[in-house]
């Protein structure tokens, strides 16, 4: 689907409510099929992503079914081996976490991506999964991945990465181990595995850097989602730069190993306000009020990149708005999403008019820059260049034609309504 962007010059104004966290929506589907009982998920994500993990426990025998705004799934609290392939789609998060789980069956099963997911490594699974015993066999540590459920033993393992679908990975077999597995990654990723698993009874704990696990069972829980803060970003990002925008958005989840983008909007000068933090599930949420800004730019690097690594594309268009030169370092592992977002947001930026240099592990961006757009942007099949692409066509002189917008359904299939509430 092409998607043609022009110039907003009365700027965004309104309120929106933000739609369900893609990420808090995989495990909630996944922790509660582990439960057993009956577990209502409030505000399930509808986007791609999350769908692929409700349909992976369908397939592993989970009775889901949604009844209006719930989701409610009724679990043996087992699962069951599956009659097909599991087919995660593009959703890394899908394949990364439930292998932590079927590596532990009594049974095996098959997982399969899209072209995108196939490329992924899993090397990163593989191998700390291995240790604790597990058997996969994968091509050349990639997709299609075959797991031989074992009994699995606990590990201290050290990660050199800070992922949390790595972390989550190896929790979620830990919780199936005998033994106390120990997890420490250098700086702190999202930790939505940890509440969630505690909130489900888990004995889990966290000491600074290092999650502790042992084996479990959860129990069935009510679990109200809030609203991604990676969705927000959009939003955020176009409020900043749209002159005459102010906007609130409503409902978004501010989980402290998420909320980095604030904290850069904050260096940046960015009018950016909470307005009501509350805790729902566990997570921390709140009403979130932006204005146009004038923006500086800033150095972006170390123990803030996992909490912002999937807002760093919107952060890149806010960069070519900001007076100065802004340097985003340490975030080699976006070469490793969806697509090689490093190339992809430096090459389709510099076609809009954007001052965007390429480094092995980040960009260095010269701000403020008039975009002058008029030309055909790519999304390379990735939901995040999507609308980061979208946002810069706002401010571009001359609208931007986006080729394969319909990525944004992978994670925020309301993207372009909402949009379209704030712009009337
Ligand atoms: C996610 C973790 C991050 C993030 C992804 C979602 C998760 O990936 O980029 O969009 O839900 O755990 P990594 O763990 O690979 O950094």
């Given at each position: 689907m092409q998607k043609i962007v022009n110039i907003i010059t009365k700027g965004l104004n309104g309120s929106v409510t933000i739609p369900a966290d893609k990420s808090i929506s995989h495990r909630a589907v996944m922790f509660a099929s582990l439960a057993k009982g009956k577990s209502v998920i409030k505000n399930?994500?509808?986007?791609q992503d999350p769908l692929s993990s409700l349909n992976v426990c369908r397939i592993l025998g989970i009775d889901a079914e949604f009844k209006n705004d719930l989701l409610i799934i009724n679990s043996t609290g087992k699962l069951s081996a599956p009659s097909s392939t599991l087919d995660c789609g593009n959703s890394g998060t899908t394949m990364r976490l439930i292998s932590g789980i079927l590596a532990g069956q009594n049974f095996n099963s098959t997982l399969i991506g899209d072209a995108s997911l196939s490329k992924r490594p899993m090397k990163r699974i593989i191998e700390p999964l291995s240790l604790m015993g597990a058997e996969i066999k994968s091509n050349d540590f990639k997709a299609p991945l075959n797991i031989y459920g074992q009994n699995l033993h606990a590990i201290n393992y050290i990660s050199k990465l800070a992922s949390a679908q790595v972390k989550s990975c190896i929790l979620l077999a830990g919780l199936n181990a005998e033994g106390e597995t120990n997890y420490t990654e250098p700086y702190i990723s999202r930790n939505h595995t940890e509440i969630m698993l505690k909130y489900m009874g888990a004995d889990i704990y966290t000491d600074k850097n290092t999650v502790k696990i042992k084996k479990s069972e959860l129990q069935p829980r009510t679990i109200e989602i809030c609203g991604d803060i990676s969705s927000a970003a959009y939003f955020i990002a176009a409020a900043l730069i749209v002159p005459n925008s102010k906007i609130i958005l409503k409902?978004?989840?501010?989980n402290p190993t998420r909320t980095g983008i604030l904290e850069v909007t904050e260096k940046m000068g960015g009018n950016v306000k909470i307005l009501d933090k509350k805790n729902i599930s566990g997570e921390d949420v709140g009403d979130v009020q932006v204005s146009f800004s004038d923006l500086k730019a800033c150095k972006i690097e170390g123990e803030i990149i996992p909490r912002l690594i999937d807002e760093l594309p919107a952060i890149a268009v806010l960069a070519t708005q900001a007076e100065g030169t802004t340097v985003i370092k340490?975030?080699?592992?976006?070469?490793?999403?969806?697509?090689?977002r490093i190339k992809a947001v430096v090459t389709e930026l510099k076609k809009i008019g954007a001052d965007i240099k390429e480094t092995p592990d980040g960009f260095i961006i010269n701000g403020k820059t008039n975009l002058k757009g008029g030309v055909e942007v790519e999304t390379y099949h990735d939901h995040r260049l999507a609308m980061s692409l979208f946002v810069a066509g706002l401010i571009c002189e001359k609208p931007i034609l986006i080729n394969g917008?319909?990525?944004?359904?992978?994670?925020?299939?309301?993207f372009d309504y909402l949009f379209k509430t704030l712009s009337l």
């Amino acid at each position: 689907m092409q998607k043609i962007v022009n110039i907003i010059t009365k700027g965004l104004n309104g309120s929106v409510t933000i739609p369900a966290d893609k990420s808090i929506s995989h495990r909630a589907v996944m922790f509660a099929s582990l439960a057993k009982g009956k577990s209502v998920i409030k505000n399930f994500s509808k986007g791609q992503d999350p769908l692929s993990s409700l349909n992976v426990c369908r397939i592993l025998g989970i009775d889901a079914e949604f009844k209006n705004d719930l989701l409610i799934i009724n679990s043996t609290g087992k699962l069951s081996a599956p009659s097909s392939t599991l087919d995660c789609g593009n959703s890394g998060t899908t394949m990364r976490l439930i292998s932590g789980i079927l590596a532990g069956q009594n049974f095996n099963s098959t997982l399969i991506g899209d072209a995108s997911l196939s490329k992924r490594p899993m090397k990163r699974i593989i191998e700390p999964l291995s240790l604790m015993g597990a058997e996969i066999k994968s091509n050349d540590f990639k997709a299609p991945l075959n797991i031989y459920g074992q009994n699995l033993h606990a590990i201290n393992y050290i990660s050199k990465l800070a992922s949390a679908q790595v972390k989550s990975c190896i929790l979620l077999a830990g919780l199936n181990a005998e033994g106390e597995t120990n997890y420490t990654e250098p700086y702190i990723s999202r930790n939505h595995t940890e509440i969630m698993l505690k909130y489900m009874g888990a004995d889990i704990y966290t000491d600074k850097n290092t999650v502790k696990i042992k084996k479990s069972e959860l129990q069935p829980r009510t679990i109200e989602i809030c609203g991604d803060i990676s969705s927000a970003a959009y939003f955020i990002a176009a409020a900043l730069i749209v002159p005459n925008s102010k906007i609130i958005l409503k409902n978004i989840g501010l989980n402290p190993t998420r909320t980095g983008i604030l904290e850069v909007t904050e260096k940046m000068g960015g009018n950016v306000k909470i307005l009501d933090k509350k805790n729902i599930s566990g997570e921390d949420v709140g009403d979130v009020q932006v204005s146009f800004s004038d923006l500086k730019a800033c150095k972006i690097e170390g123990e803030i990149i996992p909490r912002l690594i999937d807002e760093l594309p919107a952060i890149a268009v806010l960069a070519t708005q900001a007076e100065g030169t802004t340097v985003i370092k340490d975030a080699q592992d976006l070469r490793n999403k969806e697509s090689d977002r490093i190339k992809a947001v430096v090459t389709e930026l510099k076609k809009i008019g954007a001052d965007i240099k390429e480094t092995p592990d980040g960009f260095i961006i010269n701000g403020k820059t008039n975009l002058k757009g008029g030309v055909e942007v790519e999304t390379y099949h990735d939901h995040r260049l999507a609308m980061s692409l979208f946002v810069a066509g706002l401010i571009c002189e001359k609208p931007i034609l986006i080729n394969g917008f319909e990525w944004v359904n992978i994670s925020f299939p309301e993207f372009d309504y909402l949009f379209k509430t704030l712009s009337l």
